[in-house]
């Protein structure tokens, strides 16, 4: 268990070097000791390393080419990959997430913005509807009692009007 989290503390990179040095000098160690078998099944055992590596970033480009293209429900299969390739497939997730966090508070937002202007603009409409009706009221009527309704309705409508634009 220690050895693990020494291993976990010291960084990949100096992980991946210190791996491949001692890989490096059994297969000097096969090469020198004229071991042709030994030779041989290191040879084999680093191409599978090798592969099975390229198989697990192959997995992990994928997942971040999905994510990339704005697929949300994106997952990476992160069974038997290596620790270091665990955590950064659920770092992914983290960032696929937080994209989805972000892109449906913009939506939300976007909706809202709508719902203002609609309302606004209904509010603003209804008393700009009935200014323009009592104008043409006004200009065709000839009896003075109720012109001056019509101004008195006029005055109202167009401080409420004043009033919403303040607001």
Not at 68 to 91: F, N, W
Not at 147 to 159: H, I, K, M, N, P
Request: aromatic letters at 6%; one cysteine or more.
């Amino acid at each position: 268990r220690f050895l693990l989290q020494l291993g976990k503390a010291i960084p990949l990179l100096w992980r991946t070097l210190a791996i491949t040095g001692g890989y490096l000098l059994l297969l000097l160690f096969a090469a020198e000791e004229r071991e042709g078998e030994l030779f041989a099944l290191l040879c084999v055992l680093g191409f599978a390393c090798v592969l099975y590596c390229g198989l697990m970033l192959l997995r992990l480009q994928k997942g971040i080419s999905a994510i990339a293209r704005g697929e949300q429900t994106v997952s990476i299969d992160t069974k038997y990959m290596l620790p270091a390739m665990k955590d950064t497939a659920a770092e992914l997730g983290s960032i696929r997430d937080g994209i989805t966090l972000a892109v449906e508070a913009q939506l939300k937002s976007e909706r809202m913005k709508t719902e203002l202007i609609t309302n606004v603009s209904h509010d603003i409409k209804t008393p700009l509807t009935s200014l323009v009706s009592y104008v043409d009221l006004l200009q065709n009527e000839t009896d003075e009692v109720k012109r001056q309704e019509y101004l008195d309705v006029l005055a109202r409508q167009s401080q409420k009007l004043k009033k919403l634009t303040e607001d």
